[in-house]
């Protein structure tokens, strides 16, 4: 293949950013303030890594003008580094050649309809009533049920499995392992054992959106499941039934939430957080890892539940005294009011 | 494919149940009272939303006598409306046809034997010694290892993997992304390394039973781990290996439970609650959500763990204090010794 | 197939330890001290099963010297009867046979390298660039994405993914439904919605690594994420982008790493227990179930976070009081001044 490659000066006119040193330098690649290269391009967003400017070796630096004075070679200057890395960086991601067409070992019902441009992959299973659309890639080992459309642009990267009535907005990239559509937990008991409650409805996943790998969206009981888009599902989340996620929210890794619990817009869900069933959480609400959500939230803000992390055998005299915390609180008052009747 | 219908009176007779108003409507689906229209069924359970019964355009609503005063339309009266819709509901299910045979993608072994009304998926693979059932149906991708057994009626969705030496009794129904049978987490330490244990017990998952989407369930290390029978698992479980689930216990997404440990009947796990190795459970013991059991539970009842959440600045102020409970009790006692000697 | 069978003498011989009783016992498998039969063998490692030693029905117990007088019959001494268990257990495994060569099946980029003592199962999937060195095994549906190698001697037992520039050492071994390689879940807030930030690192896991069931790893934003050897992860395990960890740690099922973290050497991290990103644990750091790591960890040692399971009721009033904490400290040490003032 041929080499990725742009010059300084080529890299500040398509991103629109001012440059300071050497335009003509080229750069071929990424690298870290601590391990980039005199090719590389670096970026300098945390102040947590501010110290290793002075000695980067990367051949230009995405930083804030802030910053330019310690850089020791070329930069470009950003109001968010962050963001101009991102979209600089995505210039040098080579991704897997997906050829137009269907790969012979995939198997295709005859009532599924498949965009002549997109690309269906080794051993994927495309089930009836099923709809692939223009430019959509499907990697190996997907399978796209029953009644589940794929949006234009959309990616699959692997092993990706629509059960039934799903359907992905347009670019939506969904990582290996998901699975979206399959039957919410829903579960009626008769007398001395359970009944299931069949669920009827689908899962709408809105355009721009992103799901991790392992992560499970189960589709509705009745109504549908439903991602707004552009939100951002990280790896093993689990979304129950009926849920609600309002556009541009974002979740960490092993995020859970019950089932039609409403989450607002622009929320942020720490990593293991839960949020119960049937609660709603207002637009720009942040809940921090490990937490569980046990009443809506009306208030945007951010929220916590748990305790510090301490050394074992100081953590085991503390949690004791936590099973005593109401005498405690009794006990206390007791006292004041002794105080005050003297 | 034909429309499924039936009229009121048709759904009161097949049921069982008392009906008001027009027993003639004809109902072709389900919606919720909010959304259903006239030719759609739906239920009031959950007193919850019982506020949406007097202004529901539903054709037809499953509910208590109780509620039957305030539905504007025709109604269902049930003692339970949540069994009595969940079985109504049923009728509405369209289940991917699955025709009886083995689909010419499919990898079946010789020493494999599948019952002639076994329906196995597009790309599945069989393996020696294998036991599909008697109308058993197996989506798209799925393995069934070596001495594995598939038990009439069965259904694994789609991708689900039983690893080697696992039983599922009838009826069972597993969900994409499921793997049973792998190995349990079995290490000894010697000296500066890890040895593995070879796990060399089997599963055996009871009739009945649900497993959901990517959840996991390790074969014992010598003895089986065992689901008895109506054991409902819901996502992204973790079962260890020769834990011992008793009949009729669900958990919800996420839920975990240790090595060798022993779950009773009628027990409800919830969301993100884990179980450590070794303990027992007796029957009927529910676990709220996120709560982790660290001793073994011998009365049934309710129990948790956990701190409410708070507003994070609010929060971290009394997390901070938490560090120092046990100091706060004894400065409580102490000021309880000396108001007591005054 | 023919049995697996030795003597008691064999054994003892084989791994170099002494035995009582009769020599000549053959044994064919092993079972618990509660389960096995006069052709099994058993150990006794964990006093918590000691009183099961007098009862034994085991052909040969496997147990230190202290424990050899209450053994009925045939015994293996062993100073650290866990591991000699194991090792001798290894005996009684059978795995699945692995033919070396290619399923006709498997689909094979032509840009791929294989050894010709490899064995790729059915419905494998290998893109260009991959490499699979000697005596590497692959079970059905798995995928070796761009630019990946699987080292000798490797394992992948069924459904594995990799999904770009992943390097297994030698002998790693990956059990079903792993996803390793997946993008990091970098995203950068631009204004009103995010943009993805390209993960271009890989993956690179040491020799003797073991990945469980439906574990994700993420492959690095711009360095790698790290296993080094004899790394150990159990089931449902989230490893983010650019984690390193250190040789000989083990996790627990559904524990997980947020990005950038360094967990150290012989870590012992705890099911469903979390680390926050960017943090640093030592070596031999011990991390409790279920607990969150909210700093960095200088010191080695065992540490924990949560507080104790109770009886809803009992919990539910000490989890009140908690909301109230900081004002507890406040009021508790207004009257310890008022008791100085007096």
Same mark, same amino acid.
């Given at each position: 293949?041929?080499?990725?490659?742009?010059?300084?000066?080529?890299?500040? =006119?398509?991103? =629109? @950013?001012?440059?300071?040193?050497?335009?003509?330098?080229?750069? /071929? !690649?990424?690298?870290?303030?601590?391990? $980039?290269?005199? !090719?590389? @391009?670096?970026? &300098?967003?945390?102040?947590?890594?501010?110290?290793?400017?002075?000695?980067?070796?990367?051949?230009?630096?995405?930083?804030?003008?802030?910053?330019?004075?310690?850089?020791?070679?070329?930069?470009?200057?950003?109001?968010? %580094?962050?963001?101009?890395?991102?979209?600089?960086?995505?210039?040098?991601?080579? &991704?897997? #050649?997906?050829?137009?067409?269907?790969? %012979?070992? *995939?198997?295709?019902?005859?009532? $599924?309809?498949?965009?002549?441009?997109?690309?269906?992959?080794?051993?994927?299973?495309?089930?009836?009533?099923?709809?692939?659309?223009?430019? #959509?890639?499907?990697?190996? /080992?997907?399978?796209?049920?029953?009644?589940?459309?794929?949006?234009?642009?959309?990616?699959?990267?692997?092993?990706?499995?629509?059960?039934?009535?799903?359907?992905?907005?347009?670019?939506?990239?969904?990582?290996?392992?998901?699975?979206? !559509?399959?039957?919410?937990?829903? @579960?009626?008991?008769?007398?001395?054992?359970?009944?299931?409650?069949?669920?009827?409805?689908?899962?709408?996943?809105?355009?721009?959106?992103?799901?991790?790998?392992?992560?499970?969206?189960?589709?509705?009981?009745?109504?549908?499941?439903?991602?707004?888009?552009?939100?951002?599902?990280?790896?093993?989340?689990?979304? *129950? /039934?009926?849920? /609600?996620?309002?556009?541009?929210?974002?979740?960490?890794?092993?995020?859970?939430?019950?089932?039609? $619990?409403?989450?607002?817009?622009?929320?942020?869900?720490?990593?293991?957080?839960?949020?119960?069933?049937?609660? =709603?959480?207002?637009?720009?609400?942040?809940?921090? #890892?490990?937490?569980?959500?046990?009443?809506?939230?009306?208030?945007?803000?951010?929220?916590?539940? !748990?305790?510090?992390?301490?050394?074992?055998?100081?953590?085991?005299?503390?949690?004791?005294?936590?099973?005593?915390?109401?005498?405690?609180?009794?006990? @206390?008052?007791?006292?004041?009011?002794?105080?005050?009747?003297?």
């Amino acid at each position: 293949m041929n080499a990725i490659q742009y010059t300084v000066a080529d890299l500040a =006119e398509r991103f =629109e @950013l001012t440059f300071s040193g050497d335009g003509a330098r080229v750069i /071929h !690649g990424v690298g870290t303030l601590a391990g $980039a290269g005199p !090719g590389q @391009l670096s970026f &300098l967003s945390n102040s947590r890594y501010a110290a290793q400017l002075a000695a980067t070796r990367a051949g230009v630096v995405v930083l804030r003008e802030e910053n330019l004075a310690e850089c020791p070679g070329a930069a470009l200057v950003a109001e968010d %580094p962050y963001v101009a890395y991102a979209r600089i960086a995505a210039l040098f991601e080579r &991704l897997p #050649a997906a050829p137009a067409g269907i790969h %012979p070992s *995939a198997v295709v019902a005859t009532g $599924a309809q498949i965009s002549a441009s997109a690309s269906i992959g080794p051993c994927c299973v495309i089930e009836d009533g099923a709809v692939i659309e223009d430019g #959509a890639v499907l990697g190996p /080992h997907c399978l796209i049920g029953e009644d589940c459309t794929v949006g234009a642009q959309s990616r699959l990267v692997s092993r990706v499995t629509l059960v039934t009535r799903v359907t992905l907005g347009k670019r939506v990239l969904v990582h290996s392992g998901a699975v979206i !559509g399959s039957d919410g937990f829903g @579960l009626a008991f008769d007398r001395d054992h359970w009944i299931k409650l069949p669920q009827l409805g689908g899962v709408r996943i809105g355009d721009d959106c992103e799901i991790g790998a392992n992560t499970t969206i189960d589709r509705g009981a009745v109504d549908d499941t439903v991602l707004e888009e552009d939100v951002r599902l990280d790896n093993q989340i689990q979304i *129950a /039934h009926n849920v /609600h996620v309002g556009a541009h929210t974002a979740m960490a890794g092993c995020a859970a939430v019950a089932g039609s $619990a409403k989450i607002g817009r622009y929320c942020m869900i720490g990593g293991n957080a839960g949020v119960l069933g049937h609660l =709603e959480l207002t637009d720009r609400v942040t809940i921090t #890892a490990k937490s569980l959500v046990t009443h809506s939230i009306r208030e945007p803000g951010e929220y916590s539940s !748990g305790v510090p992390l301490q050394d074992n055998r100081q953590w085991r005299k503390n949690a004791a005294r936590f099973k005593h915390l109401d005498e405690f609180a009794r006990r @206390l008052s007791a006292l004041e009011k002794d105080r005050n009747n003297e």
